[in-house]
T-cell receptor
Framework: EPEVTQTPSHQVTQMGQEVILRCVPISNHLYFYWYRQILGQKVEFLVSFYNNEISEKSEIFDDQFSVERPDGSNFTLKIRSTKLEDSAMYFC?????????FGPGTRLTVT | GENVEQHPSTLSVQEGDSAVIKCTYSDSASNYFPWYKQELGKRPQLIIDIRSNVGEKKDQRIAVTLNKTAKHFSLHITETQPEDSAVYFCAARGGNTPLVFGKGTRLSVIA
């Protein structure tokens, strides 16, 4: 069964550094999402992407964040200048119509 | 925007008993209500979902009910087993808008 994949599984970075989190959505899916989950808390929406552009974004998704679909398979989340409070699990998800399927996540630790 | 409340935050049941988790939503335009199971350190896994044109859906030991008038939906797990222990999240959305998650319920099934 096809699954969403994400790399890396764990990223440690220093405050102020840029990070790029990578996702490969399920191949026939058209809608892509990034969510984050701070340890022990609920899953929070960051951004959705459809037809090569952002369709919706939350207040969390400020100017430090960007997304890109550089080719036909990858979907990336970039954080330009990481802050301590960016430490969280970042999940990519994709959907064809309704059901969203999540990747295994990238644990980002900002020190 | 949509707001999803979930109760209880923790739930302990004896193996073999039933577990019920309840969620309410605020946006009457929401029409899709998935439930995710998240084991420690893993991705949220879609376990069942319901759309607003039905009132109940079952899949083996799990069922979901929806009351559109009252804007609440519930997850029912019967004959619980230790492997059902996890955090369960409800979510809601309308159309292709992002999922809005509840805060999660930590279910412990005691053998």
């Amino acid at each position: 069964e096809p699954e969403v994949t994400q790399t890396p599984s764990h990223q440690v970075t220093q405050m102020g550094q840029e990070v790029i989190l990578r996702c490969v959505p399920i191949s026939n899916h058209l809608y892509f999402y990034w969510y984050r989950q701070i340890l022990g808390q609920k899953v929070e929406f960051l951004v959705s992407f459809y037809n090569n552009e952002i369709s919706e974004k939350s207040e969390i998704f400020d100017d430090q964040f960007s997304v890109e679909r550089p080719d036909g398979s990858n979907f990336t989340l970039k954080i330009r200048s990481t802050k301590l409070e960016d430490s969280a699990m970042y999940f990519c998800a994709s959907s064809e119509r309704g059901e969203q399927y999540f990747g295994p996540g990238t644990r980002l630790t900002v020190t | 925007g949509e707001n999803v409340e979930q109760h209880p935050s923790t739930l302990s049941v004896q193996e073999g008993d039933s577990a019920v988790i309840k969620c309410t939503y605020s946006d009457s335009a929401s029409n899709y209500f998935p439930w995710y199971k998240q084991e420690l350190g893993k991705r949220p896994q879609l376990i069942i979902d319901i759309r607003s044109n039905v009132g109940e859906k079952k899949d083996q030991r799990i069922a979901v009910t929806l009351n559109k008038t009252a804007k609440h939906f519930s997850l029912h797990i019967t004959e619980t087993q230790p492997e059902d222990s996890a955090v369960y999240f409800c979510a809601a959305r309308g159309g292709n808008t992002p999922l809005v998650f509840g805060k999660g319920t930590r279910l412990s099934v005691i053998a």
